[in-house]
C-alpha cells in the first residue's frame, strides 16, 4: 500500500508564500495566484520541509513537475535565491531588482533622499551608485533643497540582476 501524500500544513504553506511574496518565485514571472511546489518530489523525499517547497504560478509549477521543462537546479538557485535576497535586501532593493530586468543599461533611478537607507545594502555591496548631484528646487526656498538622487546599477549590480532573472547563483 502506497502512503498517501499528506496535505502542506497551513503554516508552511504560507512561510513559503511570503517568501516568494506571495507570487511566483520565478523571477521574470511573479504571477499570481500561487501553489505549493515540492522542488523534490514528495514521492522521493516524503515529507514537507520549507527548504524543499518553493511557491509556483500554476503554470510553472506545471512545467516543473509535469512537463519536465524547468531544470531542478534551477529551482534550486530560485530558492536559494529568495533567501539571500530576503535575508539581505529591503524590499524597494527587491523591487529595483524585478524592475531593472528590462531596463537598459545606465538607466537613472530618482531616490528620494529620505528612503536612501532603504537602498543601503544595494550601496554598500556596490550594486548601486550615485548618478548625479541633481537637485530639485522648492518654491519659496531660496537655493533649493536637494530632495532627490539619481542612481545607476553598476556593472556589478547589472551583473547580479541578470543572474537572479537566469536563475543563476547569486553568490560566488
Not at 548601486?128 to 541633481?134: F, K, S, T
Not at 556593472?155 to 537572479?164: A, I
Amino acid at each position: 500500500m502506497t502512503q498517501q501524500r499528506p496535505p502542506v500544513p497551513a503554516a508552511l504553506a504560507r512561510a513559503v508564500k511570503e517568501e516568494a511574496g506571495f507570487a511566483c518565485a520565478i523571477p521574470t514571472c511573479r504571477m499570481t495566484p500561487v501553489e505549493i511546489a515540492h522542488i523534490e518530489s514528495w514521492s522521493t523525499v516524503r515529507q514537507h520541509t520549507f527548504d524543499n517547497l518553493i511557491a509556483l504560478c500554476p503554470n510553472h509549477h506545471t512545467r516543473y513537475d509535469v512537463e519536465k521543462r524547468i531544470p531542478r537546479a534551477s529551482m534550486l538557485n530560485y530558492k536559494t535565491n529568495l533567501a539571500l535576497l530576503n535575508g539581505r535586501y529591503s524590499t524597494l532593493e527587491r523591487r529595483l531588482i524585478e524592475q531593472a530586468v528590462d531596463w537598459p543599461p545606465n538607466t537613472e533611478i530618482p531616490i528620494h533622499i529620505g528612503v536612501r537607507i532603504l537602498i543601503s545594502r544595494f550601496l554598500d555591496d556596490g550594486l548601486l551608485a550615485e548618478a548625479d548631484d541633481l537637485q530639485y528646487q522648492i518654491t519659496g526656498f531660496e537655493g533649493g533643497i536637494k530632495t532627490t538622487e539619481l542612481y545607476r546599477f553598476t556593472e556589478k549590480g547589472r551583473e547580479f540582476v541578470r543572474r537572479w532573472k537566469d536563475a543563476e547563483p547569486l553568490t560566488d
